[in-house]
Structures are given as C-alpha cells and as structure tokens.
T-cell receptor, first 118, second 114 residues
Framework: EAGVAQSPRYKIIEKRQSVAFWCNPISGHATLYWYQQILGQGPKLLIQFQNNGVVDDSQLPKDRFSAERLKGVDSTLKIQPAKLEDSAVYLC????????????????FGPGTRLTVL | GQQVMQIPQYQHVQEGEDFTTYCNSSTTLSNIQWYKQRPGGHPVFLIQLVKSGEVKKQKRLTFQFGEAKKNSSLHITATQTTDVGTYFCAGSNAGGTSYGKLTFGQGTILTVHP
C-alpha cells in the first residue's frame, strides 16, 4: 500500500514570497490533516478535512495560509506571504473515515516538506 | 485550549537500560495515541489507548493510560539503538465535537549509547 505522498520535500524562499505544498493521501482515506512542526516541537494541527469539507481550521493563520481539497482526494496548502517564523516542516497526514464527532483513527504521516524562509 | 505536556524533554541512556516518558493533559481525554519520529523522519503511529487504566504491551514497550484519563506513560525495557528517536503522545478531548483532532505533546528525545 502506497503511503502519503508530499511534494516538494524541501523549499527555500525569501520572506514575503509565496509557496505551495501538495499532498496525496492514502487511497480511500477520507480525512486529511495538515500539520506544522517547528524544530524541537510536536506537530501542530493547521487544518483538517473530512472528504472535501473543512472540519477544523481553528489554528490556521487565515490571513496568510490557505488550504483546499477540491475533489476530496489530494490537497494543497499555500502560504502567501511567508514570514520568517513560518520556517518549519509541513506534514500531511491521513486517516480512514471518521463516522462521528469524538471518534478517532490512527494517522499516517507523509515525509513532510521542509520550508526555510530567509 | 487543551495542553499536552511531556517529560522529560531529553533522555540519554546506555543500551540495555530502561526508559520512561510521561504525558499529562490539562483536560480529560477521549483517547491518547503514541507516535515515534526517527531523526529526519516523520511521526509513525505506535498505539492508541482508549479505556481508563488501560495497559498495552508491544514487545519491550508498555503503554499506560491513567485512571482519570489525563495522563499516560510509555516505558521501554532494555533499550536498543533502534529505539532512538522522539516519542510523542497526542490526545483527543473527551466530549469534543472534533473528528479525531489530536493535540501533540512536545515530545521526548531518546538517545541510546551503545
């Protein structure tokens, strides 16, 4: 079974530039998550999709970050404009369908995109 | 909001010694999951605990969920060099309306000296 795919693996940009990350989850996984992991910290959830609907985006800095999952499969996360503090690894994860609120399944993580903002 | 704290932040052991990391939540949890992240890698699921007081074992790893469902621990017996990595706990709020939203602790970095 193929895992979660992410691209690019590395990206270096200057502050105020834009960047986009792509994620393809495990086939059949309805739930997709984007996390930000700053060096030395645990992953922080940015946004969660169930199929193509947003379930949680409470920690997404909406003035500069956006994400979409148009067909309920792959997803893109965009930062515009980037700031120095956005330097981090951006992890995409997926899990199988969650039937109801309060339910939970194990999450499968992709290799991540390491973003450096200069 | 919910906070999940882990201690210690770092642990250095000699190969063969035991290792324990502790996880504490500011709120009661529905479940807790444990992940391992190797250096340069991504988090990999280890186990999920759901019931109050639950204990699960995976070979040399023992996971416990507290009676009040606010704390958890991971114990590794006789560490090996392959155990090197960062161990994260991640919890979901009890009675929450979110679908599987996890709050991760900051992790415990384990190094094992041969």
């Amino acid at each position: 079974e193929a895992g979660v795919a992410q691209s690019p693996r590395y990206k270096i940009i200057e502050k105020r530039q834009s960047v986009a990350f792509w994620c393809n989850p495990i086939s059949g996984h309805a739930t997709l998550y984007w996390y930000q992991q700053i060096l030395g910290q645990g992953p922080k959830l940015l946004i969660q999709f169930q199929n193509n609907g947003v379930v949680d985006d409470s920690q997404l800095p909406k003035d500069r970050f956006s994400a979409e999952r148009l067909k309920g499969v792959d997803s893109t996360l965009k930062i515009q404009p980037a700031k120095l503090e956005d330097s981090a690894v951006y992890l995409c994860a997926s899990s199988s369908f969650l039937r109801q609120a309060g339910s939970y399944n194990e999450q499968f993580f992709g290799p991540g995109t390491r973003l450096t903002v200069l | 909001g919910q906070q999940v704290m882990q201690i210690p932040q770092y642990q250095h052991v000699q190969e063969g010694e035991d290792f324990t990391t502790y996880c504490n939540s500011s709120t009661t949890l529905s479940n807790i999951q444990w992940y391992k992240q190797r250096p340069g890698g991504h988090p990999v699921f280890l186990i999920q605990l759901v019931k109050s007081g639950e204990v699960k074992k995976q070979k040399r790893l023992t996971f416990q969920f507290g009676e009040a469902k606010k704390n958890s621990s991971l114990h590794i017996t006789a560490t090996q060099t392959t155990d090197v990595g960062t161990y994260f706990c991640a919890g979901s709020n009890a009675g929450g309306t979110s679908y599987g939203k996890l709050t991760f602790g900051q992790g415990t970095i384990l190094t094992v000296h041969p």
